[in-house]
């Protein structure tokens, strides 16, 4: 399909860079359409892991033109320093364009990331602490500095002096952000090192959809941290969904061929906010370990616990998956049983299937409701070099269920499945290849 958009479904870190990175071998673009140096995809190209913060991965393919959209906030120098890593790894294979739309994060927007958490006190949303959020409050504010503004020296003067009024309005003080004519001329020397990057994206992408090139919409964050959608106020600060991967590349709708749902086959999340299938102690503890669970970015642990089909439900009828790619099923190998929530009771004794309570503090209290599958066999060697041989018809019997079952209930087959982090360790299963879950052995219900 010429245009995709694939799109966390749960609450992001559910192997986003893995899924983009096998399927940039097709493409030509890969657009990131929002967030900035918060996001953290672990991609495994070859044997070492590359950790990307704000390029796109099509920057790791030859013949791949990789492009930092209008729809993110870019701190540029941390984005010479990505760079600069991954040239010098040997990891910088693709053309890298940087859209002159996006906004510029500022060392002062994370003193306000910082103070703002402060004020919150026990309502902290967990911001990774750099600077995201208030650099899109200062793009709606409308007192940003863009990409195309470090090209002109006399508007980042300009621009900052505005910047820096509103910020002491704000704050009360200026006093710990750094001097302005310190960081204009560091913002003169960063605009002239990432010239060479920066151009209007939005009419390349034009042309190349009217030509049926293959361009890949990535998300950096996920459908559940909306800054609308999600679980309010504890979301990021821009649309991680499929509406916002065409507002963040400039791409019209009418462009937008499918929509693929990246789903965990269970579930983690980061930071603060409702998590109502978490599972606490040593369960919680358990998946955590096997999963490696901590976050690319910050190293922070990862709150772990099942798969939700209300919120992956609702995901898909929010951004219109055509299809779903389920990672970490290796990560299950060997559970006993795999319990997935298939519904919630609200505290009012109403049901919940598709559509979750608005407000986070009503979510924090809906009461699971669970059904229990078999779990699957451990992904032996011998299990992996089967997969390797033979494909998706390889993959244990009660794992095609859970994939059967999820396929069904979220109303987007199951179309790929990552079992390990490498590019290798996929396997894309044919739409109507599995059998429909209601055909295999009955499944036990709690
Ligand atoms: P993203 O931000 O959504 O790309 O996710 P992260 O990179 O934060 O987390 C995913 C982690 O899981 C990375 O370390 C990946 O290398 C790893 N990973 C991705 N898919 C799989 C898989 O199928 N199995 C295993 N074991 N690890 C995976």
Not at 83 to 90: A, E, Y
Request: overall charge negative.
């Amino acid at each position: 399909m010429p245009v995709t958009a694939v799109i966390g479904a749960q609450f992001g870190d559910e192997g986003k860079g893995k899924i983009l990175d096998y399927l940039t071998a097709n493409a030509d673009f890969v657009v990131r359409y929002q967030g900035g140096p918060n996001a953290g995809h672990t991609v495994v190209p070859h044997e070492k892991p590359v950790v990307m913060h704000q390029l796109p991965t099509g920057i790791l393919r030859e013949g791949c033109t990789a492009i930092s959209g209008p729809g993110m906030v870019l701190s540029p120098g941390d984005l010479l320093n990505e760079i600069q890593q991954l040239k010098s790894q040997g990891e910088f294979r693709g053309r890298l364009l940087i859209s002159e739309r996006a906004h510029v994060i500022l060392p002062l927007h994370r003193v306000q990331d910082a103070w703002e958490e402060e004020v919150r006190g026990a309502m902290r949303t967990g911001t990774t602490g750099r600077g995201i959020g208030p650099a899109y409050m200062d793009r709606v504010g409308r007192f940003g500095l863009r990409m195309a503004d470090l090209q002109r020296p006399e508007l980042i003067h300009q621009k900052l002096e505005l910047l820096y009024t509103a910020k002491k309005h704000m704050t009360g003080t200026t006093q710990e952000l750094p001097p302005k004519e310190e960081l204009a001329a560091q913002l003169v020397e960063e605009g002239k090192a990432l010239a060479p990057y920066l151009c209007s994206t939005e009419p390349i992408l034009w042309e190349a959809a009217r030509e049926g090139q293959h361009i890949l919409l990535e998300g950096a964050q996920s459908a559940l941290l909306d800054i609308d959608y999600g679980t309010y106020p504890f979301v990021t600060s821009s649309h991680p969904t499929a509406a916002g991967a065409l507002v963040g590349s400039g791409l019209p709708p009418q462009e937008l061929d499918s929509v693929i749902g990246i789903v965990k086959a269970y579930s983690t999340r980061v930071g603060s906010g409702p998590f109502p299938t978490e599972a606490l102690g040593p369960e919680g503890e358990r998946l955590r370990e096997r999963g490696a669970e901590r976050g690319a970015t910050t190293g922070r642990p990862r709150r772990c616990g099942w798969f939700d089909l209300v919120l992956t439900r609702y995901a898909a009828r929010l951004n219109g998956f055509t299809s779903l790619a389920m990672t970490k099923v290796d990560i299950l190998g060997g559970e006993p049983e795999v319990p997935i929530c298939i519904g919630y009771e609200l505290p009012n004794g109403e049901q919940a299937e598709d559509y979750p309570p608005v407000l986070a503090e009503d979510l924090e209290r809906v009461t699971p409701r669970w059904r229990t599958f078999p779990g699957w066999a451990e992904f032996t060697p011998t299990l992996m070099r089967r997969l390797h041989e033979e494909g998706w018809r390889a993959l244990p019997r009660e794992l095609k269920r859970y994939l059967s079952f999820v396929g069904e209930e979220v109303g987007a087959p199951v179309t790929l499945v990552s079992y390990g982090p490498r590019r290798e360790d996929t396997v894309e299963i044919p739409v109507g290849g599995l059998e429909p879950a209601s055909a295999l052995e009955e499944w036990r219900s709690t």
